[in-house]
């Protein structure tokens, strides 16, 4: 895959080329695994990539932060914004708002029971130049690992933010493995970014499961909502196809989960509502029913029906999932997802494209 050159600092990409690098390696030590980040623009137009970390043989994971002030040539040295030794940090996403960004992260027992989990909070005003303690975000549900995607401003005003639960846990039971759980979604909705609360119960069964390890129900939603409102949900399953639901009031009840036209299993799915076209959205997801890669982008001009044909961001053969997407200002697009490095560690990479490149021009 040849990756395009810059045509000139600062300019963003030509029409119909891509980009792509690492935001933190492997290191063999206390970055030996780098996991399931996300992305997001801040309002001085900076990137800001978070994600979880851990060293060999420990189970403390820790949220990360990361920016670029050159729309991803380069980043900064990563940030520690959670962390509790007593407890697993990991799986963040982002809020952001203007110069208002909020980090949510998972927070469980070491060794995970797949019991009980915790949302965390940090908050920065200035666009992450600094930062609250950490905080609790109450949800209603017991075992809640499935936020991984960025929160969203909704056209009047309210944040959204989706959200998984198991629901073993809920009747007083814990899975064993993740091949037990069954999980189902919902949304958080707040007006201030501090108190929320939960909406809709988004469930299906999954009869069709390609593999025993993979995980029962619907979890790990991605979100975007069109210009009259209208929102759409991907959400991850254990069959061969994710599924998709809809909503028209605000993300406070949602139509019956269906099959997408997404192929992939037991891997989220990242969504993105293009700005400069505001019925368009693009996934990112890996279209592969039994394995994690290749890593794929696709558009859709009509809000999720029907999508082009996949390009490739990345395919090394080994597991490169849990995508993020943001949007630049000059409209390219920019990716990130974990890769693993063939020698037991695994990385934090970036991809940007612009919408030509994904009807086919450049490479």
């Not at 978070?50 to 940030?79: L, M, Q, T």
């Not at 493995?177 to 707040?190: I, K, Q």
């Not at 201030?192 to 069964?205: F, K, P």
């Not at 019956?256 to 509502?273: D, E, Q």
């Amino acid at each position: 895959m040849r990756v395009a050159a810059w045509i000139l600092a600062g300019a963003g990409l030509a029409l119909g080329q891509w980009e792509t690098g690492a935001v933190v390696r492997s290191d063999g030590g206390a970055f030996l695994q780098n996991t399931i980040p996300q992305v997001g623009t801040l309002g001085d137009g900076s990137l800001m990539v978070v994600w979880g970390a851990r060293a060999k043989g420990d189970g403390n994971g820790r949220i990360y932060g990361s920016f670029s002030r050159d729309e991803g040539r380069s980043w900064s040295a990563p940030r520690l914004l959670i962390d509790d030794p007593q407890f697993h940090d990991g799986d963040p996403n982002l809020l952001v708002d203007g110069n208002t960004v909020w980090v949510f992260g998972t927070r469980v027992r070491i060794p995970n029971d797949i019991q009980k989990a915790w949302t965390t909070v940090v908050k920065s005003t200035d666009n992450g130049a600094t930062w609250s303690k950490a905080g609790e975000v109450f949800v209603p549900r017991q075992y809640t690992p499935g936020k991984q995607h960025n929160g969203i401003k909704l056209r009047d005003g309210t944040y959204a933010m989706g959200i998984s639960w198991d629901r073993w846990a809920e009747k007083g039971m814990n899975a064993r493995t993740e091949g037990e759980m069954d999980l189902a979604s919902g949304v958080l909705l707040s007006a201030d970014g501090e108190r929320w609360t939960l909406h809709g119960e988004i469930y299906a069964q999954t009869p069709d499961k390609v593999r025993p390890g993979f995980t029962n129900g619907l979890g790990e939603p991605s979100m975007v909502e069109f210009p009259d409102g209208e929102m759409l949900m991907i959400l991850r399953s254990g069959g061969p196809r994710h599924y998709e639901a809809r909503s028209r009031d605000g993300g406070h009840t949602w139509s019956k989960p269906v099959m997408s036209a997404l192929v992939g299993a037991n891997t989220p799915t990242a969504l993105w509502a293009n700005r400069k076209q505001p019925e368009e959205v693009v996934a990112v997801w890996n279209s592969n029913p039994l394995h994690r890669w290749p890593l794929v982008a696709a558009l859709s001009r009509d809000r999720g029906r029907t999508w082009s044909s996949p390009r490739v961001l990345a395919n090394p053969g080994r597991q490169v999932s849990y995508p993020g997407l943001t949007q630049l200002a000059g409209g390219e697009l920019v990716a990130v997802w974990q890769e693993d490095d063939g020698k037991g560690g695994r990385d934090i990479r970036y991809g940007k494209f612009s919408r030509e490149w994904l009807h086919g021009g450049g490479r």
